[in-house]
């Protein structure tokens, strides 16, 4: 086997974590699997997410083959600059392009026309839920009395205080009309059939967790949902007045819960997650042993702050180094870390930026080392880059370039470090999503 560079083999992993991940080749053996008698008659495919374009598609092209008495329609909504390349001319589900991570106009109007398509099902209807990470505020419709200038500067709020993605949830799912299990419920209803099919961009990978869950029963209440607010004392935002006195309301029990495991709507719902973080890094694993690397898998579920986690990688590899003598070492991980951006600091960049940004700054004096942190949309957060590498010779080139690693920790601006540099990850637009991916490499050869 020709010895590739360890610049390739970060690049490669990736690519490796993606592959496994599209929808266009993991969902046609998930729809003979779930539906192995085929499907006739009435089926109404709704959902959201980053990559529920690419699921709406691979999902329409597998039943107009194999289902030729499926009656298949609906309406799904992604994030701008996320649909496929070449959809077919007369789509028979519809995609609507919306704002992420922040609600507006299109994804609401989007996410009210689903639930009147739901609100029309018929007695012995399938209803299929194709749900992907960023649902959460794709799928923006506001609880009756909670207008959409509210939900936004919720989502704001929320994100700017550094709250991790499963508090934020627990929030959405109860000022939500679709979400929290309440699609399903609404399709049950109406005496439909429900099955989610999902991919996660979560850790655990629990189907309430993943866009929060709109056909998934919720184990979180009301209370809950007060008490982040309250953790992070946005109850008192002048601008959340909306959003506190629905949870209120919840709390007092005039307002329904989201659905729970009791219900009777339940046996009709079905959840399938079939792409996950772990699948994706279990293939970069072995991507890597195949190249000669010893590989420790560090799971799918860190979180945390990025930096903190950064450190934390770091002095795993600096006590690692001194009890091992292997010569090529690759540290995986995924999950979904955390940035805090203090006020007045306007920031350039996601967590992934941050976290490799820090994890340099912490590893000064390891020799043949190199690492990638990108998301696996394709987009870490403000800007268009996936994430961003460093290699072995990327030190000198911050030494040439005069650049100082904590004034841009500080400012919260790990795009602008690696841009300098030229090396930040451009993918575009991936058309999956299973959270971040994470690889560090040890070249005792470099």
């Given at each position: 086997?020709n010895?590739?560079?360890?610049?390739?083999?970060?690049?490669?992993?990736?690519?490796?974590?993606?592959?496994?991940?599209?929808?266009?080749?993991?969902?046609?053996?998930?729809?003979?699997?779930?539906?192995?008698?085929?499907?006739?008659?009435?089926?109404?495919?709704?959902?959201g997410?980053?990559?529920?374009?690419?699921?709406?598609?691979?999902?329409?092209?597998?039943?107009d083959y194999?289902?030729?008495?499926?009656?298949?329609?609906?309406?799904?909504?992604?994030?701008?600059?996320?649909?496929?390349?070449?959809?077919?001319?007369?789509?028979?589900?519809?995609v609507?392009?919306?704002?992420?991570?922040?609600?507006?106009?299109?994804?609401?109007?989007?996410?009210?026309?689903?639930?009147?398509?739901?609100?029309?099902?018929?007695?012995?209807?399938?209803?299929?839920?194709?749900?992907?990470?960023?649902g959460?505020?794709?799928?923006?419709?506001?609880?009756?009395?909670?207008?959409?200038?509210?939900?936004?500067?919720?989502?704001?709020?929320?994100?700017?205080?550094?709250?991790?993605?499963?508090?934020?949830?627990?929030?959405?799912?109860?000022?939500?009309?679709?979400?929290?299990?309440?699609?399903?419920?609404?399709?049950?209803e109406?005496?439909?059939?429900?099955?989610?099919?999902?991919?996660?961009?979560?850790?655990?990978?629990?189907?309430?967790?993943?866009?929060?869950?709109?056909?998934?029963?919720?184990p979180?209440?009301?209370?809950?949902?007060?008490?982040?607010?309250?953790?992070?004392?946005?109850?008192?935002?002048?601008?959340?007045?909306?959003?506190?006195?629905?949870?209120?309301?919840?709390?007092?029990?005039?307002?329904?819960?989201?659905?729970?495991?009791?219900?009777w709507?339940?046996?009709?719902?079905?959840?399938?997650?079939?792409?996950?973080?772990?699948?994706?890094?279990?293939?970069?694993?072995?991507?890597c042993?195949?190249?000669?690397?010893?590989?420790?898998?560090?799971?799918?579920?860190?979180?945390?702050?990025?930096?903190?986690?950064?450190?934390?990688?770091?002095?795993?590899?600096?006590?690692?180094?001194?009890?091992?003598?292997?010569?090529?070492?690759?540290?995986?991980?995924?999950?979904?870390?955390?940035?805090?951006?203090?006020?007045?600091?306007?920031?350039?960049g996601?967590?992934?930026a941050?976290?490799?940004l820090?994890?340099?700054?912490?590893t000064?004096?390891?020799?043949?080392?190199?690492?990638?942190?990108?998301?696996?949309?394709?987009?870490?957060g403000?800007?268009?880059?996936?994430?961003?590498?460093f290699?072995?010779?990327?030190?000198?080139?911050?030494?040439?370039?005069?650049?100082?690693?904590?004034?841009?920790?500080?400012?919260?601006?790990?795009?602008?470090?690696?841009?300098?540099?030229?090396?930040?990850?451009?993918?575009?637009?991936?058309l999956?999503?299973?959270?971040?991916?994470?690889?560090?490499?040890?070249?005792?050869?470099?």
């Amino acid at each position: 086997m020709n010895q590739i560079q360890p610049v390739q083999i970060l690049q490669l992993a990736f690519e490796k974590v993606l592959s496994i991940a599209d929808p266009q080749r993991s969902l046609p053996a998930v729809l003979a699997r779930v539906f192995p008698k085929g499907v006739e008659g009435r089926c109404l495919v709704v959902g959201g997410g980053k990559a529920s374009a690419s699921m709406a598609d691979a999902f329409e092209k597998y039943a107009d083959y194999h289902w030729p008495l499926a009656q298949v329609a609906g309406h799904i909504v992604t994030r701008y600059h996320h649909d496929i390349e070449k959809p077919a001319l007369n789509r028979k589900i519809k995609v609507t392009q919306a704002s992420h991570p922040f609600p507006d106009e299109a994804g609401f109007l989007a996410s009210k026309n689903i639930m009147q398509l739901v609100g029309q099902l018929q007695p012995g209807d399938l209803c299929v839920g194709l749900i992907s990470g960023g649902g959460s505020s794709l799928l923006a419709l506001p609880a009756d009395g909670i207008s959409l200038a509210s939900l936004t500067m919720l989502s704001k709020e929320l994100l700017k205080c550094g709250a991790p993605i499963e508090e934020i949830n627990i929030v959405r799912k109860h000022v939500s009309g679709i979400q929290g299990g309440r699609l399903a419920q609404l399709a049950v209803e109406r005496g439909a059939t429900v099955q989610a099919l999902i991919i996660s961009d979560v850790t655990g990978d629990q189907p309430s967790d993943i866009a929060s869950g709109p056909c998934a029963v919720d184990p979180s209440t009301f209370q809950d949902a007060m008490n982040v607010l309250e953790k992070y004392e946005l109850h008192l935002h002048p601008d959340l007045l909306e959003i506190t006195q629905h949870l209120q309301k919840g709390l007092l029990g005039n307002i329904a819960e989201t659905l729970k495991s009791t219900d009777w709507h339940c046996p009709n719902i079905h959840n399938e997650v079939f792409a996950t973080a772990q699948k994706s890094l279990e293939a970069a694993a072995e991507f890597c042993r195949m190249h000669g690397y010893e590989v420790h898998n560090l799971g799918d579920q860190i979180t945390g702050e990025s930096r903190i986690v950064a450190k934390q990688q770091a002095e795993l590899i600096r006590t690692y180094l001194h009890q091992s003598e292997a010569k090529k070492i690759a540290w995986i991980s995924g999950g979904e870390t955390t940035v805090t951006i203090p006020k007045g600091v306007h920031g350039r960049g996601g967590r992934c930026a941050e976290f490799l940004l820090a994890l340099l700054q912490a590893t000064h004096g390891i020799s043949g080392l190199s690492a990638l942190a990108a998301d696996t949309d394709g987009i870490d957060g403000s800007e268009s880059n996936a994430g961003a590498f460093f290699i072995p010779q990327t030190r000198k080139k911050v030494h040439d370039h005069s650049l100082d690693m904590m004034e841009y920790l500080e400012a919260h601006d790990a795009y602008g470090f690696f841009s300098t540099l030229d090396q930040l990850v451009m993918t575009g637009p991936t058309l999956t999503n299973v959270n971040d991916f994470r690889i560090i490499l040890i070249d005792r050869n470099e």
